[in-house]
Every structure is written in C-alpha cells, then in structure tokens.
C-alpha cells in the first residue's frame, strides 16, 4: 500500500493526516476486457455451451452481478475463444521449444458422432527440474487409420511444435497402425504399462473357468440394477433400512481391468443389500453364493497389486517410467506371496495363471533402454531397482557411455570455440604442420580417454551416494545434486517420460464432453480449441 503526501511546506506536514490511496478497480474498457476474460475462461474451463450467453437465467444472474456488464453474443463468444487459443497456444510453443527433450503419449478415439480424432500430449521437466505437459493437440482424423497418415499426422504436429530432434520416447498402446507410425518416424516406442497391466489381468481372468463364470454372473446382477428403477429403488432402500450410506453397483469397461476390480468390491460392499433387493424382487437372476464371494475376496487379494501399480504408474504429477521396472518385480513378489496364501484352489490357479502372463509379457522390461536409464537415474531405485544384476551393470555401462557423449561434446565446443579465439600466426608456415595430422588424432584420442574417465567417475559417485527414500520427489534430488552436471542432465531427459498413455486418455474423456451429439454445430477446429484451452490453461 502507497501513502501519498500533498506536497507542503515542511512545517505543515507535521499537522497533516497523511492519506491512503486505494487502488481502485477497473473501469470503462479495462472492467469490460476483465469480466471478458473471466467469463471465457469458464466457459473452457467448465466446457460450458457458447450458447450459455443467450441463457436468460444466466443473462439476469449476470445482470445482478453487474447491471453494467454487457456480455458478449455467442458469435463473440466464439472468436474471444479462437484469439484466446492462439494466445496460449504461443506462449505453450515458446515453453515447450526451449526444453531439450520431451516425451509425448498419443491415442486415437471416435466420438459419439462417428467422428476419429488424433491426440498428443507432450511431457517434459523444466528449468526448475519440475514436471510439465501441455496438450500439442485433438485433431480430427478423417483419413483412414494407416500406419502412413497416422505418421504424417504425428509428423506435422512435432514439427508445428517444434519439436524435431528433441523426442525421446513415444508412449501409445500396443496397436499395430500406431507401433508402425512411429516407427516410420524414427522415434523411440514405448508400450503403455497400464494397456499391458489390463492384458494380463484380462487374458487371465478370461481364461480361468471359474473366474469367468464368476465375472459374467456379477456383470448380470449389475446390468440388472443398472437397467431397472425398480430395482435400483430396492436397492437403495435395503441399504438405508441397514442403516448405510446409499451406493450404486459399479459396472466394468472392458478397457479397463480396474474397473472389475471394482466391479466386485462393490459387489462385495453391498453383499446383503443386493441379496435383500434380488430376494424382495420377481426376476431370474442368479444370484452370488457365499461360495463365489469367498472366491472373489480372495481373488481381490491376488488382484490388488495390479491395481495399486496402474492408479500410481498412472499420475501426471509423479515421476513414472523409472517405476517400471521396480514396481514389475514388486507385483511378481506380491502376487507370489498372496498366491501362496490361498486357502481355495481357485484362486491358486488364478495366481499362478497372472504370474505366468508377468514373465511372457515383461520378461524383456529390464533390457529397454530408456526404462533401464530411467530406473538408474532415479536416485530411489538405482540398481537395486533391477532383479538382474547383470542388467543393472549392462544399464550402468549404457549410463556412462550417455555422459561421456555430453562431456565430449561439452568439451569438442569449448575446443571449436578457442581454436576460433586464437587465429595468431596460423598464416606462418611451421615444421609443426608436418605432425598436424598425427598431433591431431593424439589430442583427439587423449580427449576421449578423459571423457570417459570423467564420465565414469561422476556415474560412480551417483551410484555410491545414499538412496532416496521412496516416498521423497526424485526431481528434487536432482534439482539439489547439479554437482553432477552431465547426468543432471540425463535426468531431466529420462524422468520426464510416462509410464502410460493415460494423458492422452483423459482428454478423451474431455472431448466426450465437448465432442457431442448436443453440441452438433460445433466445428472440429473449435472442438479442438476448447479440448486444448481446458487442458492448458
């Protein structure tokens, strides 16, 4: 606060009160271009209808907020968002372009109107050794899905960006069309942890008798209260006159294994409530006996480590693709130890079958590079992250040899930088000239041998150093560590790739909302204007 004195003669101000100025808020334009904003930024933010202008009880709830404010039509509605759009747009480009290495996850999807559309999102740490991400785009896809116009498409998003030479990893789903794109486009592929997660709970499920029968009787009881009011009513009032807190039944998704696990905890939570309304009820549904919860409570058990890794391998906001390889070991033990437990044989098969489907599916996890430098450079894991030993050295060496390349190129500017300094006597012929080419290739060899000496030094000091504990930010070790310069760097580059494509996923469900038989006469480019701003801003 700025306390303004008249000026006075200096005998005055003795007997002056001095004043406080208030800022005071803005008028006229300036009022009008603040209230302007505020209401686009809800609208994308909520993904309210441009429409809502037009609304009469929104017109007068306006009007009692401030009876000067005169909003925008929807026409102007929708050319604030466009400008809006490319504001934040540049200012995404000029942050994403100054970073060095980006991972980005993409994802095809058809909306409810048959439309397909292409998205991409982009991951990265930034100076401050901070996670970030930006939505590059949710583009309409009317070509056919090739693995050629997918690779164009990508391509023309990374280079709109900015973004060539700076990739280092692309994390989709396992479709043959979008393995083949990037591959064309030369970039590294990365599987979605969370897809191969649901394939191995889903084939084994799938092909365990009694599970699967257990599964599509519970999808039956669920349907059963989904599609009947009647029966939803009974439901609900079995539960209130239990005294409990009212829930519906949880239906699964086939895309997502994790929603059966909650399939039939629920099922399970609402065990006597569901047994009541079914009983009070005319129907033939068969119900669970205490035989096929028994099965599913233990079942739950076996299954919950695939759970608890896909929601934490899951976040935006944590560091991800290091866990790979740990948290594939820690599912191994833990579904081993509860496999042992099993009082019924069912469940024993069941555990078995998951861990059979583990070591086909991962048996190689340990030898993907990207995944093994992401592992070692997170200061929790290091190489006790690796199962094999052999492997964490082989991830050691390739560590080494990725700092002694930055130390060498580091050096090779220094070097290209005083030989542009130092241009005196060049012009005089010498007897030096005659040893040039050899004098050369010793300096050369000399420097090489000291990168790689000062590479395996730095990587020796970092391995020694204590581990991190777990629940500690990765980054911020690093953010606190710069006295290891070159790997400061690799860690900046690998910690920033995702264990899934879920980020691309969770647009999606946005676009579900914006993308929609109700909002028909939205235009793809705004679709994709409003998906962007939603996510960005």
């Excluded at 929708?78 to 994403?96: G, I, L, N, P």
């Excluded at 994802?107 to 939505?135: I, P």
Aim: aromatic fraction near 6%; glycine fraction near 2%.
């Amino acid at each position: 606060m700025l306390r303004h004195l008249r000026s006075k003669h200096p005998n005055a101000l003795a007997n002056e009160t001095p004043t406080t100025e208030h800022h005071s808020a803005p008028t006229g334009e300036g009022r009008k271009k603040e209230l302007d904003d505020a209401l686009i930024n809800m609208i994308v933010k909520d993904l309210q209808p441009f429409s809502i202008v037009e609304d009469e009880g929104f017109k007068a709830f306006i009007n009692m907020l401030d009876p000067t404010y005169v909003l925008p039509t929807r026409k102007t509605v929708k050319t604030m968002v466009r400008h809006k759009y490319r504001e934040e747009k540049e200012k995404a480009m000029a942050q994403v372009r100054n970073i060095p290495s980006v991972c980005l996850t993409a994802d095809m999807w058809t909306s409810l109107t048959m439309e397909s559309y292409l998205g991409v999102t982009c991951h990265y740490t930034n100076s401050n050794t901070e996670l970030g991400s930006v939505v590059l785009g949710v583009s309409k896809f009317p070509k056919s899905h090739t693995a050629d116009n997918i690779k164009e498409a990508l391509s023309e998003m990374i280079t709109d960006w900015g973004l060539t030479g700076s990739v280092a990893a692309m994390v989709t789903d396992n479709a043959a069309n979008m393995v083949s794109a990037i591959q064309k486009l030369g970039l590294r592929h990365l599987p979605c942890f969370a897809h191969t997660i649901n394939l191995i709970v889903k084939r084994a499920v799938e092909e365990h008798e009694v599970m699967a029968d257990i599964r599509s009787r519970a999808r039956r009881v669920v349907s059963y209260f989904r599609s009947s009011t009647k029966a939803t009513e009974k439901l609900m009032l079995a539960q209130e006159r239990m005294g409990r807190q009212p829930l519906k039944l949880l239906q699964e998704v086939d895309t997502r294994w994790n929603s059966t696990h909650d399939m039939l905890q629920r099922l399970i939570d609402l065990r006597e409530p569901v047994g009541a309304a079914l009983a009070s009820l005319s129907n033939d549904i068969m119900p669970l006996s205490s035989a096929d919860f028994d099965i599913i409570s233990e079942s739950l058990e076996v299954l919950a480590p695939f759970k608890y890794a896909t929601e934490e391998l899951s976040g935006e906001k944590r560091v991800s693709a290091s866990k790979i390889i740990p948290i594939i070991r820690m599912i191994q033990h833990k579904v081993a130890e509860k496999t042992a437990l099993a009082r019924n044989v069912s469940v024993s098969s069941l555990g078995i079958a998951l861990q059979q489907y583990i070591n086909k599916r991962c048996s190689t996890v340990e030898s993907i590079r990207v995944l093994a430098l992401a592992t070692l450079l997170d200061p929790r894991f290091k190489t006790l992250g690796f199962g094999n030993q052999d492997n964490a050295r082989e991830a050691e060496r390739l560590l080494t040899a990725e700092c002694a390349s930055i130390i060498r190129l580091t050096s090779e500017h220094a070097s290209q930088a005083e030989a542009s300094s130092s241009q005196a006597a060049q012009n005089a012929p010498s007897s030096d000239d005659l040893w040039e080419l050899l004098d050369s290739r010793v300096s050369e060899t000399q420097r090489h041998h000291s990168c790689n000496a000062d590479a395996t030094i730095e990587v020796k000091r970092y391995i020694s150093d204590a581990y991190l504990p777990r629940s500690e930010d990765p980054l911020k070790y690093w953010q606190a560590h710069k006295e290891y310069p070159h790997l400061y760097t690799l860690a900046r580059k690998y910690l920033a790739i995702t264990a899934t494509s879920v980020p691309c996923e969770r647009i999606f469900s946005k676009a579900g909302d914006v993308i929609s038989k109700k909002r028909s006469r939205l235009s793809s480019s705004t679709a994709e204007q409003i998906i962007f701003l939603n996510k960005n801003m």
